[in-house]
């Protein structure tokens, strides 16, 4: 399985990105993550390929959402209403064995990270 993660960048707070990651190979479900520096590695958002149920952490649920498209083989996160606090690089990462997860441990492939930078 490789990820191909994309679509950081500067934005204001308040501002919106949506980050995006084409996956080649098949996967049980699908995580983004984020480090800010001097941080631990966080869970974000999950997916799972097939039944399209997702999961959020706390600090993003009601502004975030993750969504697939099966078609072009790529997962992606919109994120809304950003805040300093949202500063960090973002991985998307893939998980094959059956059972979700929000430990990035329990994930098997890793994209490249993208740096999501929000000014005040």
């Known amino acids: 399985v490789q990820l191909q993660a994309s679509g950081g960048g500067l934005v204001q707070a308040g501002g919106s990105l949506r980050l995006s990651c084409g996956v080649s190979?098949?996967?049980?479900?699908m995580g983004w993550f984020r480090q800010a520096p001097g941080k631990e590695r966080e869970f974000v958002a999950l997916?799972?390929?097939?039944?399209?149920?997702?999961s959020y952490a706390d600090s993003v649920k009601g502004r975030f959402t993750i969504s697939r498209d099966n078609a072009k083989n790529t997962v992606y996160l919109q994120m809304n209403s950003l805040e300093p606090e949202d500063t960090a690089v973002y991985y998307c990462?893939?998980?094959?064995?059956?059972?979700?997860?929000?430990?990035?441990?329990?994930?098997?492939?890793w994209g490249q990270g993208t740096l999501v930078t929000v000014s005040s």
């Open positions: 190979g098949r996967t049980f479900s």
């Open positions: 997916i799972r390929w097939n039944a399209g149920s997702t």
């Open positions: 990462a893939a998980k094959t064995t059956t059972y979700t997860s929000t430990w990035w441990n329990d994930y098997d492939y």
